[in-house]
């Protein structure tokens, strides 16, 4: 009896707390976000992933960034000019640009953080794609910067808001390290504290230059399970979850106190075919074709991914520069398919060997695997999977030897819609994850960033999709959606293009 | 008693020793954790640097030799992937973990060990049954389900309790009930067959002839004679609870240990590997000495 009294009074006290809890919760202008992954770094110049920018993108700016339709715009510069040889760029700063600290932004600023950014103590590991072509960076007053570059980039604008970010030069002061641990920075919130592996809490930074989020603070609380997620939104205890699971999906859009988010990303699943082969299976293009036309991505899209995705074309997404080829991509056509495996001599005996991911890094990943395996086999090309763990694959992938495959599955999100940062290094010959060895097409892409006039470029971009359509180095099947939840009491639009949730404008009512 | 504890201690140095050994070549064998922590920008370059930062270009005798000559002065090194002193990660996660164990395990024996005594005391009556039913039920439900079903009702339909997290008391009931209920049905069960051979035996019949009452005889005689195969399950239950409750923690977003090794072998972390599994080892291994001395107490044929 005492045993069933004092279970009692425990729930009834939980019941208290759960009701204490939720008032505290409503009266103070908190938004509770939780996600899946913590990120490695609070340090800007050391971001090595795309899970880091949950932080990064309400803490940091560039010179240029994304507005929240994923547009260019101009954050802490206000325009540039270019010289005719696209190697000097002139930058106007924006004038009423605080640090979090209070200290006035002035073009030092912009020099200082270029000095950070490719200072070999820090060690950036995205150096490569901005700050380490940049040559030299001068202050020519104090609101104007010039950037000599080493060769023309026509992709720096676009990469500023992810690869390059402006730090004060207060952080000389303090140190790299003490930097890391307290960083000062100038987007909408500013830093307050970090639990690794548990949580991060961003204040609203009242004196930004021009955004003013809705509430007073965030709090993005690392939640690993996706169902404990949802659950949170559920019960309110998150605001904003990112990553719903797919299987949740209807149930979360069922559920008249939250709101379900679905936006197009830039996280492109394609299969990535062994094209340096030593026995030559793929180097016939009538081979490559067929596989492009083998696989029904409606149906795995409708049946496995659930709707969740949209069907690329030259393995690109709409919106991509250069996608709008004209071209339809390949239609789901088995006896084309067929077709083509005859014209090439195709020996129907063979085993090829697909090599997937397990699941929990990308959605559906191993079913994924199976379904594109079956679709395959249907047209006679006898296909076996083999699974590996995200870490495992990612070295195989690395490793890049080509007879150890023959169809590599790959994700691979883009963060803006500049195709040059996947393209050097997911189809060019010596790219780290290429398995491609076509001179053609490393010529279209090592000549893309050389233009200056952006139509010219488009147009070079367009005949590059257009070569990637019809010569198939890879195989195109969708980008994944990107699921959201919030309450229905929180105001918030996702933006398009990016993995991760641009919190500059989110409030509570 | 003092010779053995000294012997046990050292027994207890010399398997952790080799447990830091199994784990630090096995974590070895996943691969390269360079792969995972760099951008795919990086250049082999770049790759060498890193591996150079993190020890990781030394030859595997020589790097453990590093680790064990730190962590003997409590340096676990540093995190590959959050750039923070292991120690700290640990000493903010462990306190997480005890206290579910804890918790966890004083449930199952508020509720295990009457039920399992008076199942035994009251054989084949409805409450033995119901006792069976309720062991049964709990050995056979897998935790991660249960846990996902006590969020799903207290938490998401009734709205009584959080669903995650360690802000709250009230959060610690769910997880505890989750991670209590498999204890207490195998402690159930375990302390009414125990009791069941206790209560049979010839000393409990004479002392229910001499006339003694049958409350000290169940209560002091036959529980503690019973307790010996109980303590030691419960002794080892305990050593898994702190080893981290991997599900439970993750179900719950419990901020434990289990949790961060489970991530930190993903991500090919080995300092954090290491720590982890240095730590738990070492207060597994203790708990299991704690149980032996005990032993002498409750039965005091057993001398050491």
Redesign the interface.
Known sequence: MS?WSGTAS??A???V??VW?GAALAQGKTATVAVGA?I??TDPHK???GNEYIFFTQVFEGLYGHDLKGQLEPHLATGYTVSSDGLTYTFKLRSNVKWHNGDPFVAEDVVYSWKRATDPEI?N??L??LAGNIKEAKAIDSSTVELVLKKPDASMLENMGEYWYIVPSHAAKVGHEEF?KNPVGSGPYRFVER????SFTLDAFKDHWGRKPGVDRLLV?????A??RV??L????ADLVVDVPLQSAKEVEKDPNVKLHVVPSLQNIFLTISNRKSDGTWKDVRVRQAVAHAIDRKTIIDKVMLGYAKQTTANCQVGVLGCDTGKPGYAYDPNKAKALLKEAGWDPSKTIKLVGIAPGRTPQSKEVAEAIAFFLNQVGMKTQVEIM????W??FA?AREADKADLIFFTWTDYNNDPMGRLP??MRTDG??SWNSHPELDALIDAANGFTDPQARLAHLRKTWTWINDNVPQVGLWTVDMLYGTRKNVEWTPAPGVSWPVLWKLAKK | MGRFILRRLLQTAVTALFVTMIVFALARLTGDPTVMLLPTEATQADRDFLKNQLGLDKSVPEQYFTFISKALSGDFGTSFRYRVPVRDLIATRLPATIELAVLSMVLATVIALPLGIVSALRRGSMIDRLARWFATLGLATPTFWLGLMLILFFAVTLNWLPAAGREHWSSRILPVIALGWFSAAAIARLTRSSMLDAMQSDFVRFERLSGLPEFVIVLKHALKNAAIPIVTYMALQFGVLLSGAVVTERVFAWPGIGSLVVDAILERDFPVVQAAVLVTAILFLLINLATDLFYSWLDPRIRY
């Open positions: 045993l425990v729930f006290a939980g019941m707390m759960a809890s913590d490695s770094t971001i090595s992933g060690k590991p995205r490569a794609i890391a639990k690794v592996k548990d609380r690392i939640i690993n399970d169902q404990t659950a949170m559920k019960t309110g205890e763990e995200y870490g495992a990612l070295r690395y290094r997911s780290a994850l």
